[in-house]
Structures are given as C-alpha cells and as structure tokens.
C-alpha cells in the first residue's frame, strides 16, 4: 500500500484538529483525504508534533548555493564568491569541496545534502572498546608488541 503525503499545510490542520480533540475520520473528513493518510501521518510522528526544521544562520542558504553555483560558471574564485555574500571565503571553498569541486558543484545538490548533515561526531556507544587514554586530551595508547599481554601492558 502506498501512503500518499500530506502537505504542509494539511499536516499543520491535522495537528491543530487533533490537538482540539477532533476524532481522525473528522479530521479527514474536513481535509478531503481518507482516514488511513491521517492515521499514518499520526503513527510515522509517534503522535508528537516534530519541530520545524530551521537552518543555523551560519549555513548557507539555497539562494546563497545559487550564488555559489553560479559564480563558479562564471569561472570566479571562491573568495570573490564569498565576498559577494558576505561570507568568509574558507566557507564557500569548504561548501564547493564537501559537494562535488568547481566541476560537479550543483546548488540544488548541495542544498539537500545539508538537510540531512549534522554537525556533531557520534560518539562510541556505551561499552564498546576505545583506543584512547582515559582522560582524553586525544592522546592514543601504543599498540602492543609481540611479547606483551593485555595483562602487562598499563593502562589497559
């Protein structure tokens, strides 16, 4: 069965019905779509309203992607690019590496690969083992040589 999506503006109507305590075949009754695509929307959110995304100010914006798309066909630098938004230029020249170089960079591309970027490294799950000191400071321990044991070796 396909779920059909709901728009933007529908799914904001479905929360502001439900919320008021409308049944779900009301809400779909009143948005003209059948009961099923409410009661999917509902499950796939868990019944909790996700925030709206927002981008963080220092990202660059589509229309900014745009600027840059179009001024590396002009053949400009990335600093010239970047003087012409306002944004230092390790910006725009980070934005072109990390999708595709002068060459391959294509602003819708790059606009919705950094919907799903984070900005943050995972961090090793509870329990697993880890090659750094205890303590951080980014130091690593030595590996181990052949005639050494877990058991001999400190720190371990």
Known sequence: MV????S?????????????????????R????????????????????RPVPRR??????????????RGLAAGWSCRVIAAGLG???CTVSRE????????HYRAGDADRASEGAVGVAPTPHAGEPTDR??????????PMTRTQTPESTPNR
């Open 3 to 6: 779920v059909q999506r709901l």
């Open 8 to 28: 933007a503006d529908q799914q904001d109507q479905v929360w502001e019905r439900w919320r008021a305590g409308a049944s779900l075949s009301r809400i779909g």
């Open 30 to 49: 009143d948005l003209g779509v059948p009961l099923h695509w409410v009661r999917g929307f509902l499950m796939a959110c868990g019944g909790v309203r």
């Open 56 to 69: 963080p100010a220092r990202a660059l914006s589509a229309a900014e992607r745009e600027e840059v798309s």
């Open 87 to 89: 944004r230092p230029g």
């Open 96 to 103: 072109v590496a990390r999708n595709g170089g002068r060459e």
């Open 133 to 142: 000191l205890p303590g951080g400071a980014g130091r690593y321990r030595r």
